[in-house]
Every structure is written in structure tokens, then in C-alpha cells.
Nanobody, 119 residues
Framework: VQLVESGGGLVQAGGSLRLSCAASGSTDSIISMGWHRQAPGKQRELVVTVTSGDGSTKYADSVKGRFTISRDNAKNTMYLQMNSLKPEDTAVYYC?????????????WGQGTQVTVSS
């Protein structure tokens, strides 16, 4: 599975951005996708995850009500709509996919896209 993110950039506090993650390869084996982020000097943290089967989602408390994950299955693309952005949302955002093949789980990561929110 290959993942390519796009859509990052510089935005003022209170603004919006939409990130995209295009998946290719063995996408039929994907059981979960999500977004993580890593700010300078901090550990990578989960932003949101979505299960392929039932579409259930789990958001980090810090982004609930502001960020929304969605998918276009026909395009094998996942989106993250980020509204009401705050300076603390500044980070490199990574797309992540989990596949299951023969009961083996494997994680895949995109290259990351920078999101910078100015105050």
C-alpha cells in the first residue's frame, strides 16, 4: 500500500484546511485508515481513525467538533477537513493505513504534510 498526502500549508488561526490521502496498491486489504500528527519535540499522536468495515471513527479529544474525516472509496482517497484551526494544531500530519493479510497486521505511512497555523 502506498499513501500520498496533500493539502497542507500555512493558515491563520480560525481558518480551515483540507488534507487528502490517496491510497494505491493492495487497498482491498486495508482494515483501518487514519491521520496522525507530530509537532516539533513531541511524539506522534493519533488525530482520528476510521474502520473500513463499519466506518466507525475515533477522534482525539483535542480535535473533536473541529476536524472531520471522510472517504471517497471510488477514488481510494481519505480526507481530513480541519476547521477552526489553532496554533497548537501546527504539526506534520501523516496518513496511516493498517492492512490485514493472513492474520498479519501491517502499518503503512505517508510522507507527511506540514500544517502551520499562525496566531
Amino acid at each position: 500500500v502506498q499513501l500520498v498526502e496533500s493539502g497542507g500549508g500555512l493558515v491563520q488561526a480560525g481558518g480551515s484546511l483540507r488534507l487528502s490521502c490517496a491510497a494505491s496498491g493492495s487497498t482491498d486489504s486495508i482494515i483501518s485508515m487514519g491521520w496522525h500528527r507530530q509537532a516539533p519535540g513531541k511524539q506522534r499522536e493519533l488525530v482520528v481513525t476510521v474502520t473500513s468495515g463499519d466506518g466507525s471513527t475515533k477522534y482525539a479529544d483535542s480535535v473533536k467538533g473541529r476536524f472531520t474525516i471522510s472517504r471517497d472509496n471510488a477514488k481510494n482517497t481519505m480526507y481530513l477537513q480541519m476547521n477552526s484551526l489553532k496554533p497548537e494544531d501546527t504539526a506534520v500530519y501523516y496518513c496511516r493505513a493498517i492492512t490485514m493479510v493472513a492474520a498479519n497486521l501491517q502499518y503503512y505511512w505517508g510522507q507527511g504534510t506540514q500544517v502551520t497555523v499562525s496566531s
